[in-house]
């Protein structure tokens, strides 16, 4: 995930980028949008409309009463103008470009997360339009139809979400989510409706190579799913075996996972104190994206995040999964 994502386009250096140097260069709107354009454009302009390179920036004629916005620009093939917006999470808004690129910083550099009440309070927005444009950024950051499968060692695990409830009630108040990490690789979420071996099993399906190797624990949830797989390793958590190293050399573990589910619930507990069911995917992905660039710098994360906003639009009115 974003391998291929080039993050100092045109001697642009994204390591450079912190939250102050954003602050004093790219608060301006229109050096904020040069800043995007770069970031999303690396090679040029390109038409979201119908991928064409040729195109052309509208600029204002002299006698003109209206002037043309700034950034516009012009498709030589279909003819349809366009800015860097368009065609991204961001298309229609209404808030400030500058502030758009500060969000996705800010965002990006909250190793443990950060609160609409902190983005409105930091941006001077409403607190509604943060909640949407943080949830918009969380959109963004959920996996393409085309990511790559996970492949090699997989740990896989499933924690819960949500509030406490009394003994009797308590799981069924939370809401299920499940990790798969390759050891010292990629990982991917997935929110489930319960553990049930349907729906643990979809998942390993969904987003795990058939030629990889599966450690889990021992829910029996994950054994006639991971038959399918290379190999299947489990850990008993109730022997105290945490990591253990198998006969083919593999250490057998869902250590990973666990760490994952730590930061996550710092997040729910420590920033957004409640999440809901329907947006607790979006809140997944936002961990998913800064545990797959942990090795970025927080500039190198900003500029790995920006072009994943191509492509994806989330409605005010239906803002789900």
């Not at 950060?114 to 943060?130: D, G, W």
């Not at 819960?160 to 108040?173: A, N, R, V, W």
Request: hydrophobic fraction near 35%; charged fraction near 25%.
């Amino acid at each position: 995930m974003n391998a291929a994502i080039e993050t100092n386009p045109k001697g642009f250096d994204a390591d450079d980028l912190n939250l102050i140097s954003l602050a004093q260069e790219y608060s301006d709107d229109e050096k904020a949008r040069e800043l995007l354009e770069k970031l999303m454009w690396p090679k040029g302009a390109i038409c979201p409309h119908c991928k064409c390179d040729d195109v052309y920036k509208i600029g204002s004629k002299p006698d003109s009463k209206e002037p043309t916005r700034k950034g516009v620009y012009c498709c030589a093939a279909c003819r349809k103008q366009f800015t860097v917006t368009v065609g991204t999470v961001f298309e229609s808004s209404h808030i400030p470009i500058g502030k758009i690129v500060m969000a996705i910083f800010i965002i990006c550099s909250s190793k443990k997360a950060v609160s609409a009440h902190q983005l409105h309070r930091m941006l001077k927005i409403t607190y509604k339009a943060a909640w949407f444009l943080a949830h918009r950024i969380r959109y963004a950051f959920g996996d393409s139809d085309n990511a790559p499968k996970l492949n090699g060692v997989v740990e896989v695990d499933e924690t819960f979400i949500g509030g406490k409830g009394d003994i009797k009630h308590k799981l069924s108040q939370k809401t299920p989510v499940v990790a798969l990490i390759e050891q010292g690789g990629r990982m991917r979420t997935k929110v489930v409706p319960n553990v049930s071996q349907k729906n643990l099993g979809q998942a390993l399906m969904d987003f795990v190579s058939k030629e990889s190797v599966i450690c889990t624990d021992e829910n029996v949830g994950y054994k006639k799913a991971a038959s399918h797989f290379k190999t299947h390793h489990r850990v008993n958590h109730s022997k105290l075996e945490y990591a253990v190293k198998k006969p083919d050399g593999v250490i057998a573990s869902t250590n990973h996972c666990e760490s994952f589910f730590s930061l996550l619930k710092r997040g729910v507990h420590g920033a957004w104190h409640s999440v809901s069911r329907e947006h607790l995917q979006k809140y997944t992905n936002e961990f998913s994206f800064r545990w797959n660039t942990r090795k970025m710098t927080d500039g190198a994360r900003f500029a790995a995040a920006v072009p994943m906003l191509e492509g994806k639009r989330l409605m005010y009115r239906r803002p789900l999964n």
